[in-house]
Structure formats: C-alpha cells, structure tokens
C-alpha cells in the first residue's frame, strides 16, 4: 500500500502503464467537501504539472471574490492513484490551491493549512513529525428522504436492519426479523450483520486505492459500520479521510443503498464518531512515551491533550463541525463529552489505548465526528497541543471510573470542563479564543470560517421549527 508514483517522470509512465484517459484534479473546500476538474491525459504536461492548473475561485463557498477569483491548482503528483469507479482510466491527483495575487499557497486552502502547522512544529523546534489515526464511522442506508420547506419539515431514513421494520411487508422478500436492535450491533455475525459483503467490498477497494487496511465490523448502532486503515503522517492521514468516505459512500452507491458519516441520523441510537489517534516524533523518537509513567504516557503528551481541552471551544469549531454534531455529544452514547483523560476508558474525551508500547504511545480524541475537514480538524488539534506544550496546561485527570453514570451535578463537583454544547457555543469559543492558531490560520481565514459556519449551519438551524417543537409546544 501507499504511493503509486514518485516524481513527474513516474506519473507519465504508470499513466501510460494503465492507458490513463482521464485526470481528476481533486481537492478540498473549507467543510471538507471535495471538487474535481477533469483533464484529458493528452492536454496535462510536465509544465502545467508544476506550474498549475488555472480554475473559478470564485465559484467556492467562502472562498474567493468575483474580482479576484482566479487561481490555480498545484497537483501533488505523489498522491494519485487510480479511480477505482470511472468508466474509462482515470487518475486521480490530490491538489493545493495556490493564490496568484500573493504568490503563495491560498490561505484558506484546508491542506495547504495542515502543511504549515506540521512546517511550525519543526519550526519551533518540537517536531518533526506528526502521526494521526482517523477512525470514521458510517451508516448505510437504504433509503432517505427529507423535506425542508416554509410549511414543513423532516426526514426519513430506512434500513432493513432497523427495529421499525419487525413488522414491514417487503416486497421483492420475506422479513427475516434478524436485526441488530438499538445500540445492539457491535460484532454480531450474519443474519443480523447484514452489510458483511459490503464492507468487505469497501475494504478490497480502499486497498485498491492505497489505503492500508486493518479490519471492518459492524457497529454499535443499528446499519453502522466501521473500517480500521493503518495511521500516517498528518497530510497523508488527512488525504486518506478523503478517499474513505469517497470509496466507502461509492461502494454503498454502486449497490444500491446510501452511506453517511452523518453525526447523529438515528435518534437514540449511537452516532458516528471520527476517533483521531496522534503522536508527535522527533529524530524517530516517540515524544509521547515515558516508559512506566501513566500509560506509558509522557508529561509532553499529557500537556499536549491539556491544551486541547483548554482551547475545547475553538477546537470544536473544527472538530465538530455542524449543528448535528452536538446531537451525539451527549450522555449515554459512547460520544465523550467530558474533558478528562483515561487509559482505556472510552467514557474520557481522552483515551489512551491498552498496550501500547514505545512505537505505538499515543493519545485517541474521541469528540470528533466526520463533518469535521479532516485538514482543519487534525491541524487544529494539532496547533491546541503544542500550545498545550509551550504553557505546560494540565488536564483533568486521569479518570478510570465510568464518567457516563456520572450525573451532571457530580461532573461540576469534580470540577470537570465539558465540550460546548451547541456549534454556536464552540464558534463564539473561537472568536474570543485564536492566538494559539495565528502562527498558522490567518486571520481572514477565521473570520471567513466563524462565518460560513454561521450562515450556513448556525442560523438556518436557530430558525427552523422542528418536529420536537410541535409536539412539546403546539397545544401551549
């Protein structure tokens, strides 16, 4: 697994190779989603290659103005690899956006940002790399459907394994009544696993894509699913986020049904988390490990989650990205909201996984979901940590017991910080809480962000009446 080519000269020939017809230039905006332009092979050089590819940045979601709206692309050519679902051979390179008007990488481009805080962390002398394990979790359903409008709103989403369908007459087949339940489906077999030949489809493919994967499994959750690839450096890691959700929501796609990374679909049932491992090295050297501390834990790393959990608000901001992220953030369902840390219990924001030895120390932050731009999100962690580092912060911790059971009084007796509870809370967190990030985000940028987010999520949320309403509220 891993790179496919390494240089422009190897691009021509696997390209050649593999009688490639078409390039996808693909890269991400800031929420995360991704946008392609489409090359003929015949029409891409070694000279565009370097120098780039012009297109409408002005066309892009907070991003550019009309005056000012053209840019370029500058392909990656180490990160291409074959699209696994086009027609005709496809290659697909991963781009940085590039500003022309201040020659230099764009400021608000999510990859571009991810480099320049790994460039800090070397910079400063800390790092000089920085290793992160995303795990993303998913749903796979077979039908949704929703409606937004003056007068109405809602959603449906069907899967065969919901409980709702014990009673449902199918038409194309009989009702087995093999269902996962409500938070019932961590590891069961076939019947009740019914996605197990997808998953393993999902898994063949990211292989294909030079992913390097470990296992996949039901989850807990009713139709959920996960797939564990191996960890990598924090552009690459981000990068394989990227090709995860495209292969795992074409796989389900191509066969009929529909995959979300969607926090909370399923009302009381558990949501999908993005678990983020991460460890940073100096001179191959582990810097979180301190053989028969806590954990094996070192004071570095136990100061790197402390400035993380200070700057919790800003970081949501990032980590949880949308309205519908809070909606898993809460008690009950496996999604830690309570900022301490424990080795092992995944009740803590904070886990330390069991066994890890010097190579494999490192912490898991379990709040993030994949709404999050995995660029953003994993920089952003990253930036809160070594802020973390600079001014020794101390975290809350370690806590072993079962924070779920705790109620929320005996949370404040202890003295123990939560996440914030809404996006509006984690957006106003980071208008008053920035500097740790100003070595690396610019201030345009986190006025541009701060404000998408508000008008795109915060706002059209804030004003919508919702189903709860009417039912709590209509007869007052």
């Keep these: 697994m891993g790179k496919f080519v390494n240089s422009i000269d190897e691009f021509f020939s696997y390209c050649e190779e593999n009688d490639v017809q078409f ?28 120098q780039g590819f012009p297109f409408d940045g002005s066309s892009i979601e907070a991003w550019q103005p009309i005056n000012k709206s053209d840019m370029l692309l500058k392909p990656d050519v180490q990160s291409a690899f074959l699209d696994p679902f086009t027609a005709d051979p496809t290659i697909i390179i991963f781009c940085d956006v590039y500003d022309i008007y201040k020659n230099q990488a764009y400021e608000k481009c999510p990859r571009s940002i991810a480099k320049k805080a790994l460039e800090h962390a070397s910079q400063i002398g800390l790092a000089d790399a920085a290793y992160f394990g995303p795990e993303n979790e998913f749903f796979i359903f077979d039908d949704v459907k929703i409606t937004t409008e003056v007068n109405a709103a809602g959603y449906r989403v069907d899967s065969e394994e919901g409980e709702w369908n014990d009673n449902t007459d199918f038409d194309d087949m009989y009702n087995t009544g093999h269902r996962p339940r409500t938070k019932g489906g961590y590891f069961p077999v076939q019947p009740t696993d019914s996605m197990v030949d997808l998953r393993a489809e999902m898994m063949l493919v990211l292989e294909q894509v030079g992913l390097e994967v470990i296992l996949g499994h039901h989850e807990v959750a009713q139709a959920q699913g996960e797939i564990g690839i191996v960890f990598s450096d924090i552009i690459t890691a981000a990068d394989n986020v990227q090709k995860y959700k495209y292969v795992v929501k074409m796989v389900a796609h191509l066969n009929g049904k529909t995959a979300t990374f969607m926090p909370k679909p399923l009302y009381g049932d558990n949501g999908n988390g993005m678990h983020v491992h991460q460890s940073l090295w100096k001179d191959g050297k582990n810097l979180f490990y301190s053989e028969g501390e806590y954990a094996n834990l070192s004071q570095m790393a136990i100061n790197y989650v402390g400035g993380i959990f200070k700057h919790s608000a800003a970081v949501a901001a990032f980590t949880n990205a949308s309205t519908n992220s809070y909606k898993r953030l809460i008690p009950g369902f496996e999604a830690p909201s309570i900022l301490t840390y424990s080795s092992q219990n995944r009740s803590a924001s904070c886990r330390i996984p069991y066994g890890a030895g010097e190579m494999a120390t490192r912490v898991e932050m379990r709040f993030p979901d994949s709404t999050a731009n995995p660029y953003l999100a994993f920089a952003v962690m990253m930036m809160a940590g070594l802020d973390g580092i600079k001014n020794a912060d101390m975290p809350v911790g370690p806590m072993d017991e079962d924070l779920f059971e705790l109620s929320l009084n005996e949370i404040r007796d202890k003295g123990i910080p939560q996440m914030p509870h809404t996006l509006r809370e984690s957006l106003e967190g980071l208008i008053s809480d920035n500097e740790f990030l100003k070595p690396v985000f610019t201030d ?24 709860f309403e009417f039912l709590s509220t209509y007869s007052c």
């Design 23 to 50: 390039v996808d230039l693909r890269f991400s905006d800031i929420k995360g989603a991704w946008h392609h332009l489409t090359y003929r092979m015949s029409a891409v050089n070694e000279e565009n290659l370097g």
């Design 444 to 467: 345009e940028f986190i006025c541009a962000y701060q404000e998408y987010k508000f008008e795109s999520q915060v706002i059209p949320d804030e004003s919508r009446p919702t189903a």
